[in-house]
């Protein structure tokens, strides 16, 4: 490989959400335990953007900044040349981030008490943007049969055609379960939205982490009328973890509900972005796309290793392969443990801390959440250790 998927970096100290969270919950953790929660990466830079922004440091005055039309190009190319998904610059609204983006979503296109229809277990801020903004939480759970998650059509349908129930807040790749919906699921879920006449908010933050073998399909791709209505949430975060650039790209064809969705902005001063975050965004989708084809590769092996050790030495515990993001979503129920328990099984025992599958929702329960994106060497450390504290469980 050109590029290190290898190195181990202690991120004690940089302020690192997930790394915080660990020594708040067991400030005794042992020497050299990485977490596996929050979904961002464990691995290195990618050398072309650290060289790209030492040079604009070197150059830029970093004052009040907007997008350039370079950065503009760098995403409307990425988005045809990895999506054959063609938009226009225009298209193009800039947030902090994709969560802010929902929430802006909810409060400019529902009244208080409308519903919003989620598809659970899913991505824990939809029910955050949801309930804080005094909307209600309209839920059409996923069908879940031997690890494997589909959509309840029939339920649906029932629920939008509820004239109170005005969007569908949609997870593509969907978070936790790690599903990439097949175009003619997304079709047949189109057919149903455009017949109920609901706004679609398809959050795509993980459109570029699929596995081989499997595609992605913008939603609104799928036809102009679903386009028309459609606010696809996209940002270069996840793919090349600088979510800590603070910067998201909204895609919005449709003219009036762009200028809405910008007028929401401005009521609450979301901008402007920052420098780097939109020089950082140019880099990335310009020079970065063979590290993303070798992060690829590396994921998708240690998903494999996951799977196939829990297979070989607890096979109770399921974790079925995923067809996209970097989230594996195991299913550690046949160990009977009530959620605080599990928790306390995971940070205590195992010393492995996870996102809990209850923060998910109530379907959650009984789950964990790994993320793959870290040096394969740091998940087999992981591994030992919880084999070791389940057999000290005498599971």
């Known amino acids: 490989m050109k590029y290190d998927f290898t190195t181990k970096v202690n991120r004690k100290g940089q302020g690192s959400y997930k790394w915080q969270d660990m020594y708040k919950k067991n400030p005794n953790v042992s020497e050299g335990v990485v977490p ?16 790209g922004l030492k040079k604009t440091i070197d150059e830029m005055i970093l004052g009040y900044t907007g997008p350039t039309s370079e950065y503009k190009t760098a995403v409307i190319s990425w988005m045809q040349r ?17 969560v802010p983006a929902f929430f802006t979503g909810i409060r400019e296109f529902t009244n208080e008490g409308d519903g919003v229809i989620i598809m659970s277990p899913v991505y824990y801020p939809f029910y955050n943007a949801i309930k804080l903004q005094n909307r209600n939480i309209v839920d059409c759970p996923l069908i879940e049969k031997d690890g494997y998650y589909t959509i309840d059509y029939k339920l649906f349908d029932e629920l939008a055609r509820n004239p109170k129930n005005k969007i569908l807040l949609f997870c593509s790749p969907h978070n936790p379960v790690g599903r990439v919906w097949k175009k003619e699921e997304l079709e047949k879920l189109s057919d149903l939205i455009i017949k109920n006449d609901l706004l679609l908010l398809s959050d795509e933050i993980h459109f570029d982490l699929v596995m081989p073998n499997y595609k992605h399909t913008v939603f609104q791709t799928l036809s102009d009328d679903l386009a028309e209505k459609t606010l696809t949430f996209t940002a270069p975060s996840k793919t090349f973890n600088i979510a800590g650039m603070g910067l998201s790209n909204a895609i919005i064809k449709n003219k009036e509900l762009r200028t809405r969705f910008i007028a929401a902005l401005d009521t609450i001063s979301a901008s402007p972005m920052t420098a780097l975050g939109f020089k950082a965004c140019e880099i990335v989708y310009n020079e970065c796309e063979q590290w ?27 974790a079925p392969l995923i067809e996209g993001t970097y989230l594996q979503w195991v299913d550690f129920r046949a160990l009977g443990l009530d959620n605080e328990s599990l928790e306390n099984f995971m940070i205590h025992e195992a010393e492995l801390f996870l996102d809990e599958g209850y923060i998910f929702g109530k379907n959650g329960s009984g789950f964990e959440r790994f993320n793959l994106a870290a040096p394969t060497k740091i998940l087999e450390e992981a591994l030992d250790r919880l084999d ?5 469980l005498g599971k």
Request: with cysteine.
């Open 36 to 51: 596996l929660s929050v979904a961002d990466m464990e691995f290195l830079t990618q050398p072309e953007l650290k060289a």
């Open 292 to 318: 993303l084809e070798e992060c690829l590769k590396v994921i998708d092996t240690n998903q494999r290793l996951l799977h196939t050790w829990f297979k070989a030495n607890h096979p109770a515990i399921k």
């Open 82 to 98: 990895r999506h054959n998904f063609h938009i226009e610059a225009d298209w193009i609204v800039n947030t902090a981030g994709v």
């Open 388 to 392: 070791r504290a389940l057999k000290k």
